[in-house]
């Protein structure tokens, strides 16, 4: 069964910095597209970063400077550097990857999801 599992959310000040890992489990063929998204409260989840298997990014104008997205593909994994954040980036974010497992269909997978808060 896949699995995306994220890491490093957490409270920090406007200006500040925080790290998103996450990690994909479960027997798998290929792993293409990888994404952040998020989704502020009462807001609809807007995309953040998104990296292909062979690095090309992609950013959310809003954070375009601020974050960057990378990947290790040998341990399945993609990082989002959140940097200068403000207090509009308060959001849940999510992992999500467009996942082809050994056993099941291609699909698109999510994490469960990390609180972002940025607050002074």
């Known amino acids: 069964q896949v699995q995306l599992v994220e890491s490093g959310g957490g409270l920090v000040q406007p200006g500040g910095s925080l790290k998103l890992s996450c990690a994909a489990s479960?027997?798998?063929?290929?792993?293409?597209?990888m994404d952040w998204y998020r989704q502020a409260p009462g807001k609809e989840r807007e995309l953040v970063a998104s990296i292909s298997t062979d690095g090309n990014t992609n950013l959310a104008d809003s954070v375009e400077g601020r974050f960057t997205i990378s990947r290790d593909n040998a341990r399945r994994t993609v990082h989002l550097q959140m940097d200068s954040l403000k207090p509009e980036d308060t959001a849940v974010y999510y992992c999500?990857?467009?996942?082809?497992?050994?056993?099941?269909?291609?699909?698109?997978?999510w994490g469960q999801g990390t609180q972002v808060t940025v607050s002074s």
């Open positions: 999500s990857a467009d996942i082809i497992p050994q056993f099941y269909r291609r699909a698109r997978y």
């Open positions: 479960g027997t798998i063929l290929t792993i293409n597209d």
